[in-house]
Nanobody, 114 residues
Framework: QERLVESGGGSVLPGGSLTLSCVVS????????WAWYHQAPGKQRELVAA???????NYKESVEGRFTISRDDSKNTLYLQMKSLKSEDTGVYYC????????WGQGTRVTVSS
């Protein structure tokens, strides 16, 4: 099985909402920071949000107030609640840990268009 499995993506209209999940296996979930990354079409992967084991959270400015990152340590699962989605949010979303990264998963694709 894959170590990082992202899911929850889909196609939505602008202003819509999605919740992404990242199920982690075979790698340590705690006490690491976990993060979501966004790769827009034709662009490099970029960190969107990160959450430490302590619960401290950081967001990319452009998603502040729209996205919420959370983690369930009992399930080794990371979440990203996305609302008020914009066309620029389109792309593939990946999860990974910091600073010691695991092998990248397949990601989950989000398409925001009218």
């Amino acid at each position: 099985q894959e170590r990082l499995v992202e899911s929850g993506g889909g196609s939505v209209l602008p202003g819509g909402s999605l919740t992404l999940s990242c199920v982690v296996s075979e790698v340590s979930f705690n006490p690491y920071t976990w993060a979501w990354y966004h790769q827009a079409p034709g662009k490099q992967r970029e960190l969107v949000a990160a959450i430490q084991s302590s619960g401290n959270i950081n967001y990319k400015e452009s998603v502040e107030g729209r996205f919420t990152i959370s983690r369930d340590d009992s399930k080794n699962t990371l979440y990203l609640q996305m609302k008020s989605l914009k066309s620029e949010d389109t792309g593939v979303y990946y999860c990974n840990r910091r600073p010691v990264m695991a092998r990248w998963g397949q990601g989950t694709r989000v398409t925001v268009s009218s």
